[in-house]
C-alpha cells in the first residue's frame, strides 16, 4: 500500500498531537524538580511523575522517530 503525502502528512501531525502532552508532563516534572528540596514531597512526586513520563514517552518517542522518517523520505522535492 502506497501512501499519499498528504496521508503520511497527517499520520505525523497525529503523531505530534499525541506526543506533545507526554512531553509537556515531563518538562513540567524537570522543573518542578529543579527547584524543588531534594527532601520534599513535591521533589518526590516530580521524580515519580518524570519516571511515568519518560516511560509513556519511549514508545511515542518509536512513533516519533517513524514517523519523521517517512514524512522525510516520501517528501516531495522543491526542485521539481
Known amino acids: 500500500m ?3 503525502y ?3 502528512l497527517a499520520l505525523f501531525k497525529v ?11 515531563a518538562l513540567t516534572a ?5 527547584t524543588a528540596d531534594p527532601d520534599s514531597e513535591e521533589f518526590s512526586q516530580a521524580l515519580a511523575d518524570l519516571h511515568v513520563s519518560a516511560t509513556v514517552l519511549e514508545p511515542y ?4 522517530v517513524e514517523a519523521i522518517d517517512q514524512y522525510t523520505e516520501d ?3 522543491d526542485d521539481e
Open 15 to 25: 503523531h505530534l498531537s499525541e506526543y506533545r502532552p507526554q512531553l509537556e508532563k
Open 30 to 34: 524537570i522543573k518542578a524538580l529543579e
Open 75 to 77: 517528501r516531495p522535492d
Open 6 to 8: 498528504d496521508k503520511i
Open 2 to 4: 502506497t501512501l499519499t
Open 61 to 64: 518517542s518509536e512513533g516519533m
